[in-house]
């Protein structure tokens, strides 16, 4: 017989466990529920607020840069790019090889979406493809279901207008790599870049990436369970950054380029009323378009090797011997040491002997060119006058004298200091630190020429020259002439200026007034004078101007050994040098040029100056007469 007493009160009493069981649970529950709810509900709350809610950095618009009439030689276009989220992904190489097929991914695009990889955070969108065509993305448009992670954004790309003719001046931008994010991080600058893909590597772009750049913004979006964008919570608009204006003339700019093809050979020309450069041409060059976004490895290797080496910036980087370009800085130390007067007479047989040795040093005119006072030695380029008065002066007063001028340092122009070669400027201590060997008296003889140990830099060669100008007043060579920021009234056409940091001279160089006016007028008779080595050049000019020429060897002729450029390879041939300015009394441009294995310095470097000067004091009309301008003076 059942007991359905007992049955019952073990039913109650399981009934009651249960009832006691599910209050507890209820209690456990609203105690959680509690702690979500009320407690912990600020974490909880953005927690779950990060799971949907993504702060997107937005790049800021980097500025232009203009040339000082208004041209733009550095703008922004519009294109599009394809990017991925590799971590939300599941098969990388599966969606890339249906990606091959949609908008004709390259393997070198995936090579390169690897390594930028990289420098991206988790679950962040990482370029796949740039510059998509209308095309690709129109089929992308038809197949975008396939491909949940992946988007089309637009991008502003970097374009320079006029390619390889201001690379060297501009420089360019490029994506940003291990070594820029370190730079950023020991400047407290990664959060400004945290949209940004690319930055200024290299010349004016890299100088003055700080005022290009500008501020970044941000917005606060929700997005779906795919990464979508469903909804605009925040934003914050990036601060874009400023527009520059550079000192640059870009049709003189474009003209010197026309003058030089297919030379290697650097110009700067530049304004010695205030040290703007007016042009700066370095040839050859490349195109800064291939560097933007990052340039292929068969591209980059092809410009490595050219032996031609148009990476190279001749005007900045080049350090050749200026030969007789320094025989006027010369003239102003021997002239403030007493080493010579005015009316001092020096007798040139041909050659000049060192005291007590049987070493001669010749001089370019064999015959010699009798007595030689500072005019002549100047217009004729005598170099038997200067061996005399570099002997007399001796390393350390010529050391002393041309630091003063800007030889052996950087002009400070404003280019990253690693762009910028100081050269060398010889002296006793330099050779014992470079040569491990003492300073002889013989070495001093061809540094009174401009050769032996000495180098300079063309951008060097046009300080000194303005310097000489302005009777020892020193202006830093530039490229900015304004900043956005610096324009104080709203005409465009006729903008009021703050002024810059550069219009104000720097240093001055104590000496007599009359000692510059004399070599200046040794100058003039260089291009003027009845036995000028430039006088054949400059027959028929408009204007008046004054000038040097140089001709610096490549390699020592031996004692009794006549130099022939027929009969020597063209690697070894003399470098052609010209330093020039105009007019000849109130000087709107000065010009330092070389001309590699280009020769003698008066028939070829003056010829190029005789043009650039011609063009930018006459203008176009000066084209017919630059090709009648093409006879040759004496040899320097």
């Known amino acids: 017989m059942r007991d359905h007493s007992a049955e019952t009160n073990l039913f109650l009493r399981r009934a009651l466990f249960a009832f006691v069981g599910i209050i507890i649970l209820i209690i456990i529950l609203l105690c959680n529920l509690a702690d979500l709810q009320i407690a912990n509900f600020s974490y909880y709350s953005t927690k779950s607020n990060n799971n949907r809610i993504e702060t997107i950095p937005i790049p800021p618009s980097r500025g232009m840069i203009y040339d000082r009439n208004g041209t733009p030689l550095a703008i922004n276009n519009i294109t599009y790019q394809l990017n991925i ?18 908008v004709d991914l390259t393997d070198e695009d995936i090579e390169n979406f690897q390594k930028e990889r990289l420098n991206y955070r988790s679950h962040r969108p990482v370029p796949l493809k740039e510059n998509l065509t209308k095309e690709q993305i129109a089929r992308f448009v038809v197949d975008q279901h396939r491909f949940p992670f992946v988007s089309i954004v637009k991008i502003q790309h970097r374009y320079y207008p006029y390619g390889a003719s201001l ?8 994506k940003i790599n291990a070594n820029d994010k370190k730079r950023l991080e020991e400047q407290n600058k990664t959060s400004n870049y945290v949209a940004t893909l690319n930055i200024g590597k290299m010349g004016v772009e890299r100088y003055y990436e700080d005022v290009l750049h500008g501020t970044a913004g941000y917005e606060k979006v929700e997005v779906n369970s795919r990464g979508r964008i469903v909804r605009l919570l925040e934003q914050h608009p990036p601060q874009a950054g400023e527009d520059i204006y550079l000192s640059i003339n870009l049709k003189l700019q474009q003209y010197i380029e026309q003058l030089l093809v297919g030379r290697k050979a650097a ?16 040839s050859p060059s490349y195109d800064s378009n291939d560097f933007v976004g990052g340039i292929s490895s068969a591209k980059y290797n092809e410009l490595l090797h050219d032996p031609n080496k148009p990476l190279f910036n001749r005007a900045l980087l080049g350090a050749y011997p200026p ?49 030689v006072d500072v005019l002549k030695a100047l217009e004729e380029s005598v170099d038997t006058y ?59 003889i061809p540094v009174g020429i401009g050769q032996g140990y000495w180098t300079t830099t063309p951008i060097q060669m046009a300080k000194a020259l303005t310097t000489l100008i302005n009777n020892g007043k020193t202006y830093t060579p530039h490229f900015l002439l304004y900043k956005k920021s610096d324009i104080l009234n709203s005409n465009e056409n006729h903008p009021e200026i703050n002024p810059t940091k550069y219009e104000e001279p720097n240093d001055l160089i104590d000496v007599k007034s009359n000692y510059w006016d004399l070599v200046k007028e040794g100058m003039h008779k260089v291009m003027f004078g009845s036995r000028g080595t430039a006088r054949k050049i400059y027959l028929g000019t408009q204007y008046q101007a004054a000038g040097k020429s140089g001709t610096a060897q490549v390699y020592g002729l031996k004692e009794n050994e006549s130099y022939n450029a027929h009969k020597i390879p063209e690697h070894l041939r003399d470098h052609a040098l010209f330093i020039a300015y105009a007019p000849y009394d109130k000087p709107k441009i000065a010009l330092a040029i070389v001309l590699e294995n280009g020769g003698g310095g008066s028939s070829n470097g003056g010829a190029v100056a005789r043009k650039i000067l011609d063009f930018y004091l006459l203008g176009d009309d000066s084209k017919e007469l630059n090709n009648s301008s093409s006879n040759t003076g004496h040899e320097d």
């Open 85 to 102: 989220i590799p971590d939300k992904t599941k098969n990388l190489n599966e969606q890339f090889e249906q990606l091959k097929k949609v």
């Open 167 to 174: 690379t060297h001046i501009l420089g360019y931008i490029s």
């Open 267 to 282: 110009v700067v020309a530049i304004d010695p009323n205030n040290g703007e450069i007016l042009a700066m041409v370095s």
């Open 323 to 371: 030969a007789s370009t320094v025989k006027p800085f010369i003239s102003i130390a021997a002239l403030s040491e007493g080493i010579i007067t005015p009316k001092s007479i020096i007798y040139d047989p041909g050659s000049w002997q060192l005291p007590n040795s049987e070493r001669r040093y010749r001089d370019w005119l064999r015959s010699g060119h009798g007595n």
């Open 386 to 444: 200067f061996y005399q008065v570099a002997y007399d002066l001796g390393i350390d007063r010529l050391n002393l004298w041309m630091t003063k001028f800007g030889y052996g340092q950087r002009t400070g122009i404003d280019i990253s200091p690693n762009e910028e070669a100081r050269a060398v400027l010889p002296s006793r201590e330099w050779k014992i630190r470079r040569h491990k060997k003492p300073w002889l008296q013989g070495d001093t």
